[in-house]
Structures are given as C-alpha cells and as structure tokens.
C-alpha cells in the first residue's frame, strides 16, 4: 500500500506543531517539521538563514527541502507542518497538488498573541501592523488548501478529530 502524508499549513501561531505532532501520534503515523528539515539539510537555524542570506535563499532552501521530501519514497506514513509562507509559494503549491492539505485557520489578533507567547523565534514577526499584512497576502493561498479547519478556542484533539473525519483517516 502507498504510504501517506498530509500537510498542514497556516500563519505563524496556528498550532502546526502542536497539531501536527497530536494527529501523528493519534494515526500512529511519523511528525515531519519541515524547517527541521531545512536546518538539517542547510546545516543553520531559519533565524540564521533569513539574517545571513536573506529571505529569497530561504524561500528556495524551503523548495528544495519540500521537493526532496514528497518525490523520495515515504518511510512510513507522515503528518508534515510546513512554514508559514510554504504553502504561499507557487511552486510548493503545485508540488503539493496530488496531497492532502489543511488549513489551520485562526484570526490575526489570535495568531499574533499565540506567537507571542511562545518561545519560537519568528524572523517575519515584527510589528503586529506588518504581522496582519503578511496575513492577509498569505489568506487567499492558504484558501486553496483541500480542507480548512478553524481552530480559534479548540483544543488540539478536537482539531485532530475534525481532519481525520474530513479526511477519512483511522481514528476518526
């Protein structure tokens, strides 16, 4: 049977980590964080990339570690939490046309205050003017994702529970 993945996508804040890491241990399936990816294969932190190469080389480190993760054959089924601005980026959205993708949906003023009170550092999280603008050119990308599940006052396992009956997964 062909292994499976699906991939989560959001802004900064909506919880992909934490989702992610729920739904795989739920399914019994393998967590994929694909900045853990990018630091292992560029052999740097996402904060030392944008500061030392910019935004741009990471943006195409971001491709190319994606490109390398869906064309190699899947060790075992995967949950994977991309960046939040992957998905944003034609070139992973059409890399990820044949997968399952969800949106993990929240408002502005909710995302800015989960991210500020994590311990993640954030390189495109500056000024809440600017973190609402990347917001809103990132919403109609993330739109084109095959399922969209709000998350706004939802614990992780009823968000867990929501795509695996979307999607059909075991579990459910």
């Known amino acids: ?5 699906i991939f989560l996508i959001g ?3 909506s919880g992909k980590t934490t989702v992610g890491q729920e739904l795989a241990r739920r399914l019994g399936w ?8 990018i630091e292992r294969r560029e052999h740097s932190t996402i904060p030392q990339i944008f500061r030392e190469r910019g935004e741009a080389a990471f943006r ?3 491709t190319a570690a994606l ?3 869906v064309r190699a054959p899947l060790a075992q089924d995967s949950v994977v939490a991309l960046g939040g601005g992957a998905f944003a980026q034609k070139e992973n959205r059409e890399l990820l046309h044949a997968w399952p993708t969800v949106f ?9 205050r989960r991210s500020a009170d994590d311990s993640v550092e954030r390189p495109l999280r500056q000024d809440r003017a600017q973190f609402e603008s990347l917001y809103r050119q990132r919403l109609p990308f993330y739109h084109q994702a ?3 599940v709000h ?3 939802k614990e992780p396992a009823s968000i867990c529970l929501e795509i695996e009956t979307a999607l059909q997964l075991a579990g459910a």
Request: net charge negative; with cysteine; charged share 25%.
């Open 11 to 13: 802004f900064m804040g």
């Open 60 to 62: 195409q480190a971001e």
């Open 104 to 112: 993990l949906e929240a408002p502005p003023e909710e995302l800015w």
């Open 1 to 5: 049977m062909p292994r499976r993945a």
């Open 146 to 148: 095959s399922l969209t």
């Open 67 to 69: 490109c390398d993760f």
């Open 151 to 153: 998350t706004q006052g």
């Open 30 to 37: 393998e967590f994929v964080d694909l900045d853990a990816l």
